[in-house]
Antibody, heavy 118, light 106 residues
Framework: EVLLVESGGGLVQPGGSLRLSCAAS????????LNWVRQAPGKGLEWVSF????????YYADSVKGRFTISRDMSKNTLFLQMNSLRAEDTAIYYC???????????WGQGTLVTVSS | IVLTQSPATLSLSPGERATLSCRAS??????LAWYQQKPGQAPRLLIY???NRATGIPARFSGSGSGTDFTLTISSLEPEDFAVYYC?????????FGPGTKVDIK
């Protein structure tokens, strides 16, 4: 069974930093691309970032480029999202999502809530 | 690529047919998916590459279209189908989603 378990969310002040983690199991982590997708409260879905299986290809949404960094630890089957210079508009549930075929999202974690507020 | 979905809300009764539309600002070829999201849950992949059902998705869900115009059809609504549906393209970076169509009970 594919499992993606996010952690690390919480309340942070504007300008602050947070590091999200996603523990993965039930599939070949080293052969799978992974994404972060977020959803602001009561709003739609926004893709945030992607890393290929090897980490050689990485993409970011313009809204987070230069502030967020995606990475992965192959030894721990864990995906990370380092979030710096956080803004109120970054407030959202952040989902860890497995990449499928060309660029679909076939398995989702339960999400972790990030709240940016003073 | 901007995706627009219509209608924003669709009010139907169980057993009725639902037709949801997704339009892209430029061609996405066949790189389009549909997701279902229920309150308090993560989205679930329903359809990928326009018309391929994901694992475990019932046959009452079907997708069609190409280029810029796509449709998700639910042939006969079951009580568990009342939810929000999003389309998503993976033709270009950044990956984008439509704003969603809420299917609620009439």
């Amino acid at each position: 069974e594919v499992l993606l378990v996010e952690s690390g969310g919480g309340l942070v002040q504007p300008g602050g930093s947070l590091r999200l983690s996603c523990a993965a199991s039930g599939f070949s982590f080293s052969n799978s691309g992974l994404n972060w997708v977020r959803q602001a409260p009561g709003k739609g879905l926004e893709w945030v970032s992607f890393t290929s299986a090897s980490g050689a290809s990485i993409y970011y949404a313009d809204s987070v480029k230069g502030r967020f960094t995606i990475s992965r630890d192959m030894s721990k089957n864990t995906l990370f999202l380092q979030m710096n210079s956080l803004r109120a508009e970054d407030t959202a549930i952040y989902y860890c999502v497995k990449h499928f075929q060309w660029g679909y999202f076939d398995f989702w974690g339960q999400g972790t809530l990030v709240t940016v507020s003073s | 690529i901007v995706l627009t979905q219509s209608p924003a809300t669709l009010s139907l009764s169980p057993g009725e047919r639902a037709t949801l539309s997704c339009r892209a600002s430029q061609s996405v070829s066949s790189y389009l998916a549909w997701y279902q999201q229920k309150p308090g849950q993560a989205p679930r992949l329903l359809i990928y590459e326009v018309s391929n059902r994901a694992t475990g998705i019932p046959a009452r869900f079907s997708g069609s279209g190409s280029g810029t115009d796509f449709t998700l059809t639910i042939s006969s609504l079951e009580p568990e189908d009342f939810a929000v549906y999003y389309c998503q393209q993976c033709s270009n970076w950044p990956r984008t989603f439509g704003p969603g169509t809420k299917v609620d009970i009439k």
